[in-house]
Structures are given as structure tokens and as C-alpha cells.
């Protein structure tokens, strides 16, 4: 292999985390971003296993337990705070990494440092927004403008060009210019953060509702623990007609409570105080869930696609961002292995694209939060405090099976070395 540079667009946690991959196996790299200043926005996000084992491999896994919460498990109630399905995940489930729960904007500043440490803060380069290429036989030519002017300034020469630029990829747009905006699943969302005591253990995720109406959460942040604490990142979710909601995907526009507070005032889940957790929110944030048909092709010569740019996904499985971390290293992985940039392009697509599709569409159909809406359809109303209308085998195919096809069962990741 002879010594080649890549340009990424996307400073995002896929983009960035590709650069650290290509760093680790002695592949140049540069991050171009459009935004001015990188800050640590959003909400949480989880990490499984089959992310952390990777990002174990890019020595990140010390600075991500410094603020993380290790997850003990994730269960699955319903609204009156009966259980339908509990099991443990990460160390607890026999997993020999732990899962996370982080703040996106913690790890989004841990991966930042990082590259800039590795790569150089000369090889992060801000307020660049991706707008145009054109490719050889020898490489591409990337051409950026600022994001608000519209103004060219400047292009860069490299072997390959990858758009991890998110679900609005523009380079994505360049590929399928007929495509048209984001789908919407005709559910709204509501995204919040609240410091309170701790539910259950303190490490613990639930998912509580049906399909119609539906509530997320999980402690995100060490810090708050170590204080006796909970930092409580906190989704909730109910369907509004496609003609009432917003089609933009702006995770920075503001939610009203008034909005979905009241749907939920008769639940009653005895172990978490709703009212206070709505009440005390730090900040909250309205996104309508959408996503994107997957695509017959990511690559076309010297460039292909990541992330969100190449799968958006629902969130049902918590499972988009390592997806993305498992594109950044399967493609590194494929240049430090190929002779030929097409070849290592069609390798990362061929071992990449079918299986995110299929966690896609899997997802359309709630992934393993089918188990909610298999309750609310069958149970007859005699159930005790836990749901016993399911046979308990038929919910753990569910789950195995979901895991299976996004790679995180530990029969797959036992073979992950």
C-alpha cells in the first residue's frame, strides 16, 4: 500500500472517529467541518459493545469510563410500571466490555481532542461545509464554502473523499439528487435532561409505553453519580399526523412541555417521579424521528459514504452511532488491507451497506421495543406486577434476535478479536 490521504466531511463523532481509525493504521487523513466551533452538543446516546470493543482498539475507552454511566440493564414496562421484558446488558450480561451511556456532546469533545492530539489541530479544520468534488483516475478534489455566506475557500486534493456529513449529507445529495428530505415515521419526539435521585440502581435504561406513546430513559453522566446524583437523559414520544409536524431534522429546536406532559399525567411507573423529571428538565429539544430508504450504493470511485450520510436510522435498538463507529473502522481496516482505493471502497460497502440496511428496516418496526407493543395488543388485563401474557422465550428471541442482526449478541462478538 502506498501512502494515501483522505478528506472527511463531517467533524461529527462517525467522521471523526473514521479519522482516528485511518490514523491507527497509518492512513493520512483531514477533517473538514462546517460548523465554526465544535461544542459539545445534544443529548444522550449509548455505546453497545460491539462499538466499545473498536473504540477500545482506538485507546478511548479510559476517557469515555471517566464520564460515562456502564449500564446494568434495560427493561421494558409498561405505562402502569409492570415489567415486560428485563435483562442485563454489558459487564452484568457476561460481555467482556462494559455498554455506556454518554452525553453526545462528552463524547463527541473526547473524540475531538484525541484527533487533534494524534492527527494535529492543523488536520481539524472548522467553518469548511462540504459543497462539491470532482474525481480521476488519481484521487478527488473536495471544494468547501462557508456555510453562511455561501462563499468558496477552499478545495483540497486526496486519495478517497468520505461524506460523513449526517442525514442531511449534502455529499449524499450530490449521489441521489432526487431523493427529497428525510422521512418521517409520524412519531415526535422530545428530548430532555434532568439532574434528580436516582431511579432503580443508577445505571439502569428503561422503555415504557406502546407504539402511540412512549417514554426513554438512562443516567448519562459519572459526575452526577459520584455526587449521589443522576444526570437523566429522558425521551419522550408520541405520533402526530405528518401534517402537524415539523419535517426539519434540528435536534436544536425547543420543546414545550404542553406539548406531551399531559399525555403521560396517568402513568405511574412507582419508582420515577414523571412530574419532577418533566418539571426540572435542564433543556429540552423537539425532532421529529425520521430517517432514509437505504441505498443500492454507497461508492462511486474514490468516494463513498458513512454514518448517517450512508444509513440514517431510527433510533428503536439505540444502535446508529455504533453502527457508525463499526463503518469508520471497517473501512480503515479494508484501505490498510487493499492495494487499490476502489477495491477498499467496495470492500467497505460490500461488508457494510446490506447489514445496515436490514437493522434499518428493522427498525421501521419498533426493533426490539416490539416487545411493548406485543403486550399492548394481547395482554388480557390480569396480568401481576409482571407481564406473564408473553411467554417469556418468545421475548428473548425478540431481543436475541435484534442484537444478532445488529452484531451485538456474544456469540458474534466472541469471534471479534
Known sequence: MREWSGIIAGGGLVGLTLALALHAKGIKARVYEGVKEI??????????????????????LAEIEKVAIKTSSLAYYTEDGKVIWREPRGREAGYDVPQFSIHRGDFHMILLDAARARLGPENILTGHHFSNFEQDAEGVTAHFIDRHSGKSISSARGDFLVGA????????????????????????????????????????????????????????????????KSYINWIAERRIPADLAARA??????????????????????????????????????????????LPRWSFGHVTLMGDAAHAMYPNGSNGVSQGVLDAMTLADQLAEESEINAALIGYEDARREATAKISLANRQTGPELVMQMVRDQCPGNCGDIHTCIP???????????????????QTLKSVK
Open 39 to 60: 461544542k459539545p452538543l445534544g443529548v444522550g446516546i449509548n455505546l453497545l459493545p460491539h462499538s466499545i470493543k473498536n473504540l477500545a482498539k482506538l485507546g478511548l
Open 165 to 228: 456529513d449526517g442525514i442531511n449529507s449534502r455529499l449524499r445529495e450530490i449521489f441521489y439528487p432526487d431523493e427529497g428530505p428525510p422521512k418521517y415515521s409520524g412519531q415526535m419526539l422530545w428530548r430532555g435532561v434532568t439532574e434528580m435521585e436516582p431511579f432503580l440502581d443508577g445505571r439502569s435504561m428503561f422503555m415504557a409505553g406502546h407504539n402511540d406513546l412512549k417514554l426513554v430513559a438512562y443516567p448519562i453522566r459519572a459526575e452526577s453519580a459520584e455526587r449521589g
Open 249 to 294: 431534522a434540528d435536534w436544536n429546536e425547543r420543546g414545550q412541555l404542553e406539548d406531551f406532559k399531559s399525555y403521560f399525567a396517568d402513568w405511574h411507573l412507582g419508582w420515577l417521579d414523571l412530574e419532577k423529571l418533566f418539571d426540572n428538565a435542564i433543556s429540552i429539544h423537539k425532532f421529529p424521528m425520521v430517517d432514509r430508504d437505504p
Open 392 to 410: 417469556q422465550a418468545t421475548l428473548e428471541e425478540v431481543a436475541t434476535a435484534y442484537k444478532r442482526l445488529a452484531g451485538f449478541d456474544k
